[in-house]
């Protein structure tokens, strides 16, 4: 079974410029979300989708962050415009129902100079 | 007031021994699960281990158990015979409530198993 995949891996870009991030969860889980890790710090949720849904922003910054998950199944995360404190690592994870475990994918390392 | 505490920076163990690593979480939800996960150098979070609040024994998956202290609220995870490949960072995390699956992590600690 593949496992969530993320691209770009890595992304440098300056600050007030935009970038995204795309996710595609495990096959079949309906529930994906996108964490920011910053340095030193332990993950935190920004959106969480329920199939093409989402159940829950409170934590995404709206007025630079947003994120769509068309039909349900990829996802992409969009930052416009950058700030230096947006550095950090956005991981997206996706879960299936019955279970409560998350399954993450391996991250994109964004870096705002 | 921190909902997940994870105390130690970080921890260093021989291989072949056995370590904890320390996790307290803070709650008045009767309904929780709580989680360890492993995040290597590569970045990925990787799932280790379980434990829902009603469950009567704690959790155990191969090498990795979970000593659940509810009285305490502690969850702190053993790994037993600790190999060069565990070395990394864990998180532990907190779900809060019946029917939510919003994860709340800890700092982590970072661990290092010498030879």
């Known amino acids: 079974e593949a496992g969530v995949a993320q691209s770009p891996r890595y992304k440098i870009i300056e600050k007030r410029q935009s970038v995204a991030f795309w996710c595609n969860p495990i096959s079949g889980h309906a529930t994906l979300y996108w964490y920011q890790q910053i340095l030193g710090q332990g993950p935190k949720l920004l959106i969480q989708f329920q199939n093409n849904g989402v159940v829950d922003d409170s934590q995404l910054p709206k007025d630079r962050f947003s994120a769509e998950r068309l039909k349900g199944v990829d996802s992409t995360l969009k930052i416009q415009p950058a700030k230096l404190e947006d550095s950090a690592v956005y991981l997206c994870?996706?879960?299936?129902?019955?279970?409560?475990?998350?399954?993450f994918g391996p991250g994109t390392r964004l870096t705002v100079l | 007031a921190q909902k997940i505490t994870q105390t130690q920076p970080g921890m260093f163990v021989q291989e072949k021994e056995a370590v904890t690593l320390d996790c307290t979480y803070d709650?008045?939800?009767?309904?929780?699960?709580l989680f360890w996960y492993k995040q290597p150098s590569s970045g990925e979070m990787i799932f280790l281990i379980y434990?829902?609040?009603?469950?009567?024994q704690n959790a155990t998956e191969g090498r990795y158990s979970l000593n659940f202290q509810k009285a305490r609220k502690s969850a702190n995870l053993v790994i037993s015979a600790s190999q060069l490949g565990d070395s990394a960072m864990y998180f532990c995390?907190?779900?809060?409530?019946?029917?939510?699956?919003?994860?709340?992590f800890g700092t982590g600690t970072r661990l290092q198993v010498f030879p």
């Open positions: 994870a996706s879960r299936t129902s019955g279970m409560w475990e998350q399954f």
């Open positions: 995390a907190m779900r809060e409530g019946e029917n939510t699956d919003k994860l709340i």
């Open positions: 709650t008045s939800d009767p309904s929780y699960g």
């Open positions: 434990q829902g609040s009603y469950d009567q």
